[in-house]
């Protein structure tokens, strides 16, 4: 099994910044794509930003030139730097890692969810 735990949400003003953090742990033996989703009430969960393990990202037109995806491979650990924040961005964030578990012989995929960590921007 694999357990992420998200971290880094809270309340912040227009304009702030925010830095989210999810860490995976288990017997993971490959990562290969990291990301980040949200969502708002009543709306979709939607793509905020991914990565791959090669270092390929991939932003929603919201997210570009203001959030920024990067990985730690050492620490299984996605993180999700979001600047100039804006009240529409306001949302349950969740992470998603997938990759494989078990060992070389014996090797089962996942696609793992973060439990959400609430981000909400004041006007």
């Known amino acids: 099994q694999v357990r992420l735990v998200e971290s880094g949400g809270g309340l912040v003003q227009s304009g702030g910044s925010l830095r989210l953090s999810c860490a995976a742990s288990?017997?993971?033996?490959?990562?290969?794509?990291m990301g980040w989703y949200r969502q708002a009430p009543g709306q979709q969960r939607e793509l905020v930003a991914a990565?791959?393990?090669?270092?390929?990202?991939e932003y929603a037109d919201s997210a570009k030139g203001r959030f920024t995806i990067s990985n730690d491979n050492v620490k299984n650990t996605t993180y999700l730097l979001m600047n100039r924040l804006k009240p529409e961005d306001t949302a349950v964030y969740y992470c998603?890692?997938?990759?494989?578990?078990?060992?070389?012989?014996?090797?089962?995929?996942?696609?793992?969810w973060g439990q959400g960590t609430q981000v909400t921007v004041s006007s």
């Open positions: 998603n890692i997938k990759g494989t578990f078990g060992t070389w012989y014996q090797l089962t995929g996942f696609s793992s």
């Open positions: 288990g017997n993971i033996f490959s990562i290969y794509h």
């Open positions: 990565i791959t393990s090669g270092g390929t990202t």
